[in-house]
């Protein structure tokens, strides 16, 4: 039973030893003189503009925009295995996915209803 979780296991130390490797190798042979403009904050070539001790007001329509794109994402990802095991489903599979893709659109519909795919 084990046998089956060697390859994965493989996989993932092959992973980590990469991420590790290019952590450390960027370390050492990486550039190690640092000056003040190369430790500020760079914005395109633009000069940075001085935040507000608060933090300042941050859109949150960004944060909307971020969330839609991961419920759609899951969405899609729920698509993907449901269309390839479509026969074997059969009519439970198609209500249970038309419900889902109901919900979905319910979801959709309120957002675009609130303006929330509109940008100003």
Known sequence: MLDL????????ALGAGFAIFSVVVSALTGPS????????????????????????HFPV??????MLFIVFD???????PWAVAF??????????????????FVAYAYVWRRGGLDWD
């Open 74 to 80: 899951i969405e899609i990802i729920f698509l993907y």
């Open 33 to 56: 003189r640092y000056n003040r403009a190369k430790l500020e904050a760079y914005e395109c070539g633009i000069e940075p503009t001085p935040q507000p001790v608060g933090g300042g």
């Open 61 to 66: 329509k960004f944060y909307l925009v971020a």
């Open 5 to 12: 979780y060697v390859p994965l296991l493989v996989l993932g």
């Open 87 to 104: 026969q074997k489903l059969g009519t439970f599979g198609l209500v249970e996915m038309v419900m889902f893709i109901g919900t979905v």
